[in-house]
C-alpha cells in the first residue's frame, strides 16, 4: 500500500541547471506519487535535449524516484533535470521518505533475448555502417546503443576522407594513394598496420559512394575550407556532410530498419558471451529495466574508445589528459574485447585536435553573457603569442591553423594549457576593419563558395568571408568575462603575468622574444613564418585561457586488414570484429594531418567488418 507523501498535491516548477543553460520544468504531484513531468522550455522534436527529457521523465515517473540513473551522452542535462524536480516536489512539500518507500515497490525487470547472424555495439559511425552492410549483404542484424538517441563522434565530425570517390573522378581530383599513404606514415612514424592503413585508403572512395547511395550526403571540399589555414592548397580530401552528422546517422539507422534491421537504442554492452572454446557467441546488454541477450554467430565492437572515463585515461595516457569530447565513450566495447582475448595494443594515440575551454570556465562564462561567451574563440584563430601556464613561448603560433599538429603540440604543455597573448592593437585593427585586417582566411573562395555541416552547423564560405569583415569590439566581452578564470587583462605585461599566474620573467622574456623575431625577420627559436606573427606592444594587454581539446582516444584493441580481433598471438579471437576508435593500426601517436581521417576510418573499417562478418556467418565460417 502506498504512503502519503504531501497533503498539497497539484503543480509545482522547478529549474535547475544543464549544461549550457537553465532547464524549467513543471511536476505534478499527486497525494501519494508522482503523476507527471514536463518540460516548460521548448525543445526541438527528437533532438538530443528533447529525447534526454521524455527518458528522464518516464524514468522518475517510472520508479517515483529522483534516484535515477542519468542518461547516457545527456548526464549534465539529466542532472539538471533531476534538480529542477526536487526543487517542485521541496515546493510542494513532499516527504520524500514516504516517496522513496513507495519506490521501492514501482521498478521492474526483464529479460528480452534474440537470435542474430551479427551483433553490432555501438551505433556511431562505424557501428552503423557495419550494421548496414551486413543486412544489405544477407545477414540479419542487432544494433545495440546505449544512449537514446543517436550521438558520439560521427554525429558532430565535418565529413570523411577519400582518394578517389565518384566526386574526386568527375573533378579530376583524385588523389594520389601514395600521397595518402605518406601522410599516414608520416603521422605515425611507422607505428601503424601499413597492411590495414593501405585498404582503409583502397576502400575509401567505395564507401564515400555508398554513404551517399544510403542517404548520409557528403560532398567534397577543398582543404582548408574549414578553417585549418595550413591546409589550404592540400589535395581535397574532405567529404562534408551536407545536413549534418546526427542526420546523417540517423538516416543509415532508418535505412537498416526499413531493411528490417534490429535497433535498440538504450542499451549498453556489458559483456560477451563465449563458448568454452572462447568463440564469441553473442552479447549481453543491460537497459533500464531489462536485460538484452543478443545470440549470434558475430559481434562487431564499435563503441568509440575511452575518451569519457577518467580512470582509463589516466592508466594508460598518464596523469594528463583532457576528457574526450563524448564522454559516454568510456571503453565499455574495449574492456569487452579484452575480456574475450583480444591483445591490448594502446600506443598512447588521441584525437587531440585545436584547443577549447574547460566545462567549468564554459559555465562560469555563460553565467555572466549567456552563450555569447563563443565569439572569443575567434581569438585563436590567428598565430598570435602563445604561452604555457609556466608563461614561456613553446611552440611555432604559425602551427596554430593546423588544427592537429598545434592540438599535439599543447597536449604536451603542462596541464595541457595555454593563453593566447594579444594586445589594443590588434582588437583596434578587429573593430575597425574586421578580422580580415589581422589575416585572411577565406579570401580565395570569394566567388567559389564551399559547403557543409560540422558540429551540426553550418561551414559557409560566403559565411566566412562576411563574419571576416564584421567590425567587432571585443574589448567590451573581454572586459565582462575578466572575472573569470579564462580572460585576463593587464596594463602592462609584469600586470598580466600577475592576473594569470604565471612566472613574470617567462612572460615578458616570451613577449620580447616573439616581438624581435618579429622586427628582425627571423624567429630563432621555434622559425614561425614572421610575416604573420602579431606583435605584442601596445597596451593594455589580454590573455585567454584555453586547454587542449580531446575528440577522443584512438585504439587499444588489435585487429587485422579484416577487422578480425586479435589474441595476443596473432590469431584472430573467434567471431569477433573491432572497428572504428576501438581499433588499433591506423595510428601512432598523433592524429594524421589531413581532413576526415578519423570519420574515414570509422565509416570505412565498419563497412568492411560489417561485410565480412555477414558473409562468413552465412558462410558458416
Known sequence: MTKEITKIPGEYTGSGQGKESEINLEVEVGSDKIVNVKPLDKYAPDSLADNAFKKMAQKIVDHQSVDVDVVSGASETSRGIIEGVKEALGKAQVDFAALKENSSHSTTSGKKTVDVDVAVVGAGGAGVAAALAARQHGASVALIEKTISPLGASTFAGGMFAGDSQQQKEKNAVVSKKWLYDEYMDASQGYMNSILVRRIIDESGKT??????????????????????????????????????????????????????????????????QDENGNVTGVVAQGD???????AKKVIIATGGFGGNPKMRKEYLGDVSTQGQVLQNTGDGLNMAWDAGTAHH?????????????????GEMAKIVGPNWMPINALADFPNLRVNNRGQRYASETHALDFAVHGAELSEQPQQTEFVVLDQAMLDKIKEGGTVAIEDHYGKWKDHREFYMEFNFPTDTDEAIKREHEKVDFTTLLDKLSSTNVVFIGKTIKE??????VNEENLQNAVDQYNNAKK??????????????????????YAVKFIARNLGTLGGATIDEKMHALAPDGEPVPNLYVAGADASGMYGKAYVDFEGGTLGFAYISGRLAGIDAAETAKAGK
Open 520 to 541: 628582425k625577420g627571423e624567429d630563432d627559436l621555434f622559425f614561425s613564418d614572421t610575416k604573420r606573427m602579431i606583435p605584442v606592444e601596445q597596451g593594455p594587454f
Open 289 to 295: 529495466d531489462q536485460v538484452l541477450h543478443v545470440n
Open 208 to 273: 564515400v559512394d555508398w554513404l551517399n547511395e544510403n542517404g548520409a550526403i557528403m560532398k567534397l571540399v577543398d582543404a582548408g575550407t574549414g578553417g585549418s589555414y595550413d591546409h589550404i592548397g592540400m589535395p581535397a580530401t574532405l567529404h562534408g556532410y551536407q545536413e549534418g552528422g546526427t542526420k546523417a546517422v540517423t538516416k543509415l539507422i532508418e535505412k537498416f530498419k526499413s531493411l528490417g534491421g534490429q535497433m535498440y537504442f538504450g542499451f549498453a554492452g556489458q559483456r560477451l558471451l
Open 346 to 362: 594502446i600506443n598512447g594515440s588521441t584525437h587531440y585536435f585545436w584547443q577549447t575551454f574547460s566545462d567549468e570556465d564554459i
Open 496 to 501: 598580466l603575468a600577475q592576473r594569470m599566474g
